[in-house]
């Protein structure tokens, strides 16, 4: 990525992240007015953690990984779901102060007791807010197995059906690791699958906490008949895609980076770049149109691609699947109002452009570890040919 358009990027970035947290710690501060002594350490507590996301990134990528870096990346993650929810709070209590002000309805209880009533609006708000994350958090340990049964309209050679394990976003680190993976290990297992595909963000920015942690020995015992591949994602790039696809490499996972390869005779995959790869090395990666070049199109093909975007350039190409993620559909409420808006399909799945499509809301999380209104998922692919 250019220096300049990354700066950019980031100053926008934090330029929201510190508006949304200065309008919600003036809204706290406001509700604590009459309390002095509380004021002062909401005052400490609030900078401590709006900054502890910040200092833990700066740490890790400084190599500085730690016990301290973790529980600053904890208290960050979670701060991130958080603010959304407080802003939300702060913005709708703006909004009842300005309609009350020229159409009075608060309650008589409200206005004679207006310094009490904030107080219990701010405990109330910190209560609900804790509760949703703490459900979010259960939400996000709890995968579902989702099963997608497709028929193709080309045949399978010597074979009934292809069973195919999915997963996407796993976003393996700090927070998405150890028996969290080895329960969605044993899962996709238990599904005895032909083959696994890994649809990009194996690995969360940061490798450093993921070779210290030994997570890559978790991806050795997904078992298989025809192998582990995985495809790069965004964050594969953020985080320096060479060490990554290496260390994936080194853990018998085979990576496609613009390749195609022939499972067994059966059927083809190819592994599309992310689209990230221009961003940060400044060379486009391959059209479907060169991939396809030596790719026997009268087989099964099916297309792994992180970023849903563009889903049209499958129109007459004979793919016969496209299988995405990246989405993570939002991953907590309302975000998926913002997905829907800007992917053609954010989550599930849609036949479009003579090609079946899948796109999975992912298994892992980035950012705060929470998922509300969506659940983590294993996506189980039984495929039949005509």
Known sequence: MKLSS????????????????????????????????LRTLY????????????????????????WLSNLLLIVGSFWMAALVYFFVVSLSADLFRLINLYIPFYPSFVTINYEKTKII????????????????????????????????????????????????????????????????VEKVNALNPDIIILAGDVIDEDLAPVISMNLGDHLLNLKCKYGVYAITGNHEYIGGVERAVKYLTEHNITVLRDTSVLIDNKFYLIGREDRDKKRFSGTDRKTLNELLIEVNSDLPVIVLNHQPFNLEELEGKKIDLSLSGHTHHGQFFPNNLVTNLIYEVSRGYIYKYGTHIYVSQGIGTWGPPVRIGNKPEIVHLRISGK
């Open 6 to 37: 990354f700066i950019i990027f980031l100053s926008v970035v934090l330029g929201i992240y510190f508006s949304a947290s200065i309008y919600i710690f003036y809204h706290g501060l406001h509700a604590l007015s009459g309390m002095r002594h």
């Open 43 to 66: 005052m400490i507590a609030f900078t401590a953690v709006s900054l502890s996301y910040i200092i833990a990134r700066l740490l890790i990528g400084y190599g500085r990984y730690s």
């Open 121 to 184: 609006v701010f405990l109330i708000s910190v209560l609900g807010v804790s509760a949703l994350l703490g459900y979010g958090y259960y939400n996000a340990q709890k995968p579902v197995v989702n099963e997608i049964i497709l028929k193709f309209e080309k045949q399978i050679p010597d074979s009934k059906e292809i069973n195919m394990v999915m997963l996407s976003d796993i976003h393996l680190g700090p927070l998405s690791g150890g028996n969290w993976f080895d329960n969605i």
